[in-house]
C-alpha cells in the first residue's frame, strides 16, 4: 500500500524560507511524476512544481519560478520542496503527489503553509 507523508510545513513571515518533505512508502514502480500541489479553501488545487524521474527534468507554475525548486533523493522516497522568498499569496495547504506507470495518482494529507507577519 502506497502512502505519503508530508511534513516542515508552519508558519514564516514575509521573506522567509521553509523545506517541505515528503516520504513515500510501499512501492511504486516507474513514477512517472513526483510534484506538489496547494490549494486555498474555495479554490481549485493548483500545480507548484513537478519532478519527472525518468528524464529529471522539472515544471514549475509561473507564481513560484525562481523562488522554489523541488528535488528528489536517489531513490526518489523522498520528495522535497524548498521555498524561498515567501509571500502571503504562497499560504495554502501543500499536497505531496507521485504518478505511477499507469498515471495512478497517490496523495498524501497536506501540510499547512501559512505566510503572514
Known amino acids: 500500500q502506497v502512502q505519503l507523508a508530508e511534513s516542515g510545513g508552519g508558519l514564516v513571515q514575509p521573506g522567509g524560507s521553509l523545506t517541505l518533505s515528503c516520504t513515500v512508502s510501499?512501492?511504486?514502480?516507474?513514477?512517472?511524476?513526483m510534484g506538489w500541489y496547494r490549494q486555498v479553501s474555495g479554490k481549485e488545487r493548483e500545480l507548484v512544481a513537478q519532478f519527472f524521474p525518468r528524464g529529471g527534468s522539472t515544471n514549475y507554475a509561473e507564481s513560484v519560478k525562481g523562488r522554489f525548486t523541488i528535488s528528489s533523493d536517489n531513490g526518489h522516497s523522498v520528495v522535497y520542496l524548498q521555498m524561498n522568498s515567501l509571500e502571503p499569496e504562497d499560504s495554502a495547504v501543500y499536497y505531496c503527489?507521485?504518478?505511477?506507470?499507469?498515471?495512478?495518482?497517490?496523495w498524501g494529507q497536506g501540510t499547512q503553509v501559512t505566510v503572514s507577519s
Open positions: 503527489n507521485v504518478r505511477n506507470h499507469l498515471m495512478t495518482d497517490f
Open positions: 510501499g512501492t511504486i514502480f516507474g513514477p512517472s511524476a
